[in-house]
Every structure is written in C-alpha cells, then in structure tokens.
C-alpha cells in the first residue's frame, strides 16, 4: 500500500510535467489552430539557458527566471519571423514547418551542449548541488531522495509533491489571467475571431506572440522541473512530448481541465504500469499512453471527449 | 522549349527515352565504382519510402511522423525470416505484410480523429518503436541489433556483392515506383486526393474519408516494409537505430524538399535524404539536424512544391522578368500551371 501511494503521487507530478507541456500546446493550438511539435525542443533550449547560467554562478531561482524570460522572447520571435507567414494558410504545410524548428532547435541544442547527459539541479532538493542531486536520482522521477516525508506509511518524496503544486499554481494564475486581465480577454478574442478584434482595436499579431511566448514560457518550466529527473540532454522532452500529445489527444484540444486530468491519468498509470506489469518496465513505459490511445480510439470512435462536426462545403 | 515538349507528346519518343534509361541502369553498376553503386543502391531503398510516405502525406494529406517505424519494421521482419532460412520470397512478402497490418492498426483507430490527430499519434511510432524493439530481444536482437545477409551474389552470375545488391534493390524499386505511380493515378488515387482537398465533397460523392485515410495509410505502411526489406538487402544489418525518430524526421524533409505530391518527387526525395548527411557530415557530423532544418525552412518558405517544380518556378520568374521588360502583365498557361502545383502541398 505504501508503494502504491508514493507511486501515485510519484505519478502525480510526473503528470503535471506531462500537463505543462501539453497546455503550452493546447495555448499555441487555441491561438493559431496548429499543432506546435517543436514545443519540447524550444523547452530543452530553455532549460539549457538555465543550465548555462547556474554554471556561470547564478543562483538556481534567478537563472530559471532568465530561462523563461529567453523562452517567452524565444516563442514570440519564432512567431513572428517564422510561422507569421504560414498562418492563415494550410495547417499541414504550418505544422511541417514546426517540424523543421524541432529538428533545427534540437540540433542546435546538440551542436552547443552536445549531446551528452548533464545532471540539472533540483529546485525543490534545498540545498544540493547538480552533483550531489545525480545519486539520489533514479529513472524518470521514481527516485528515493532524502528528502521526503511519510504518510499513512507511505514515503513520499518532497519534490513530487511540490512539482504537482507549483504546475497547479501556474494553472490557476494561467486561469486568473485569461479571465480577469484585459490582456487574457484580448487573447481569448483573438483566438475566436481575428478579424473582428482586429476592427475592435486589438493588436492581432501583437498577442499571436504574446500567445507563443506564453507558451514557451510554460514549457520552459516543464523543462526545468523535468531536468532533474531525467539529466540534460537535447532529447530529453522528447518522451514528455509523447505523453502530453497523448492527453491532448485523449482530453480534447479544445478542454485545457480534459488535457490536465489526461496528463495526470497517463502519469500515474504509467508509473502503476511500469512496477506492477512486470513486461512493460521502466523502459516501455512510454508504450502505456499509446496502447491507451489505441484502445480509446478504436472502441470509442469519436474519442473522450469528442463531438461530430459538421463542416460546410 | 516547345518544340522539346512536342517531341515528348511522341509516343516512340517516349519509349526510347525510358528503353535508354533502362539500359543506364542495366549497365551502371557494371562500370561504376563499388561506393557509387552503393549510394545508388540506397537511394532505391529510402525512395521506396519516400513514395510511401508521399502517397499518405502528399496525396492524401495525411501528416505522418512514423513512416520509419514502418521501414524498421520490415527490416527486422525480413531479418527474422532470413535467420530462419526461411523462402526469401515468403520473407519478402512477409515483410510488407505485417508493417501493413500494423499500419492498418494505427490507422483504423488515428484516422477517426479529425485534423492533425494523426500526426499526434505516428509522431509516438518510432519513440516508442525504439524501446520496444530493444526489448523484444529474441527477435530483434536488442540494442544490438541483427545481421541477416540474403544477397550474396550466386556464382553462375559473377557479379560482385555491391552489384548484385545494386540489381536486386533497384529492380524491386522499379517495379514499385510503377506500381505506385499506377496507383495514385488510377481509382483510388483519386479517390485519396479528393479526400484530401475536401472531405466533404468527398462523401457526397460517395467516397469514404475514413475508409480511403485507412487505405493510403495501410499502402504506405506496406511500401515502408518493403522499404525494410530492401534496407536489409542494401545494408545487411538492422537496429532499434534504423527507426529512430531522427531517420523519421528525415523523411519528412527528404519528401517535403522532393516535393509532396509527385512521384518524380519521392525519387529525388530519396536521392536527398541518401546524399545530403553525406554532405552534412563530410562538414560537421553535429551540424547535420540543424542543415536538415535550414534546409526544409528554406524550402518551405522558397520553393513549397519541393524540388520538383524548381524548373516551372524558374520558368515563371524568366516570364515574369520578360513580361515586366516589355511592360505587360498577361497572365500566361503556364504560369497558372506551376501555381497549381505549388499549391499542391497546401492543400
């Protein structure tokens, strides 16, 4: 019983990494209606940054700040030097397009960093150096840190607890903001109809990059709370990707709350999965959200939470 | 130029032309050095996959990230079959079989998602292809990997290794660019690019989305099998590292610069994607993504119809600089044409 706990809450956070990631897509896919592929490799780069300034002395919490400043100006200049010119157009051609930038930032990310693994300091582990955090890591957020405290008999790590709570945090200021501020309001308007809030003053192409740029910053937090975990490299999202596509997939593009409790779901069954079956393992974990897609779609033709649209000729 | 295409409109023209191409290919890899026949050996083998990828992507519209999963998986069925000693001929079939079953899978459950789901679920085939095939140790051979050679060359032909896999690889590749070429012509060919343009339009005719999305994606799965196979026969060697996400991504580029939507086009697609890492790596093996992004970014943005209507485009910019000399703006036959053909990958 006590493993099952601590694997859940394990699960937890690793879903709400998976969730972070997802909702920087579904925050590009509700402003310009595309998929963004490269939202992990613009991540990985953003994490890089981080990794870059603690080497030079910069205190932890200071260079993920200047991470996800790089990440938001990252977001909106891909925006408006790149994909300006395919919105509006066909969103296959768009989405090759954000195929090309995952292919381009992750090789830039190898050819600056190279591709080795690099340990990434935790910023709930208080206290321990990049070096000291690599021992008390294990594979994918399964680790037994000093850190932790004991419920019901079950030990649960700090960080698991505070990964899940600061990605909640960040959702609910993300719903405080798209609600209550003029600026969410413009961004919602724009995502439903461009041309109207153009005519209504809105500065359109202005919050396209706001919209980007927010969603890169998000996924630059995933990258720093994932790091950790899983080391410093240009794939390291590369998985994340898989399973935040999965919950977009199972929870429905258009409901962030479906993606969110998809994400979570996906983390804690992987992690369930992985201990209690004993052919999946560790290392085909990642199998779990795509045999779970698998079975979704073909039992339940119109997905989850999916409706039948109509479409005009 | 008029007179050049008059002449193709001949139909003893024509068949000159491809008997002369024949013979090329006949005699090539007689007189060229054993690297090149190499090269033109696995050119064959991506550009099967190209074509593959070009049918569910170019014709149908479909974005499929996973295509190499299909490659991969040919090629470690057909290394199977050859460390069994079964027929090679039944290997051969196998090969296609089993990557089209398993692409028929994916798509009856992927392809009753609207829009870019399909590309959400074929961009998880090679991540999870690759753990998958490591730990699948008694067939695959783990990380590994399998040698399977079939194609050393029998002795009453006295050819050499490299040209005897050169005959066998360029001759199946023949065989199914005519096939493919055949079928995205024919019925069903229409049939996809209908769906592709108009899903609607495409049911009130009575064509089935779902069912023609199904069909694409299985013929493409079944084309990188045997894509797979050919890989085996070219490389005698396989990997988890055969289907990794890069190679799939590659893929994409290699079709995307070809030129989506044209048979000619997966040919030089395959020719790219062969060529270029070459290129990339005599340079720097750790720029090679970064080109590949440059370059698919450049294409994109330059030349959306891919390397096959560079000479219409050029065309198009010679009219437009003679009509702007002589001060006019008369739209011209041609011009319309290349249009239509650049707008092919938009739509």
Redesign the interface.
Known sequence: MGTFIQLVVDGLALGSIYAALALAIVLVHRATG??N?SQGAMAVLSTYIAYTATKMGIPLVLAIIIAIIFSFLLGAVIERV?MR??EG?????A???T??????????S??IW?YNFYPFPSLFAFGTTAETAVDSVTFLGIEFSLKTITILGAVISVKSIMTTLTIVLIMILLQVMFMKTKLGLSLRAVSINPQSSAFSGIPVGRMLMVGWGLAAALGAIAGVLVAPSLQLSP?MM??A??YA??A??LGGVDSPLGVVIAAWAIGVLENLAAVYVSFI?Y??K??V??IL??VV??LR???IS?TK?V??? | MGSLSSLLEKRWVVVTLWVALAIVLIVAPLVLPEQTNQTITQIGVFAVAVLGLNIVMGYNGQINLGQIFFVGLGAYVAAWGVTQEWNIVLVFILSFLVPGIAGLIVSLAASRLKGLAIAMVTIMLPLVGVPMSKRLEEFTGGSQGIYAGFTTPPEWSGLARDQWQYYVVVSITVVVFILGANFVRGKFGRAIEIVRDNESVASSMGISPYRYKVLAFTVASMFGGVSGFLYLAAISYTSPETMSFVHSIGLIVAMVVGGAASIVGSLLGGAYYVLIPQITNAINPNLTSVFQGIILLLVLFLLPGGLVTLPATIRRLFRKMKTRERGGTSPSKDSTESVTKDSQLKK
């Open positions: 595309l998929i592929f790149i010119r395919f157009g066909n969103a296959d051609t989405v090759v397009v195929i090309a930038l995952l292919t381009l930032i992750t090789g830039l190898g050819w190279s794939g590369d998985g990707l898989v596509l999965a977009i997939i393992g290392d085909l990642i199998a959200p795509f897609i698998l779609l073909i033709p119109q997905g999916g649209t479409e005009r000729v």
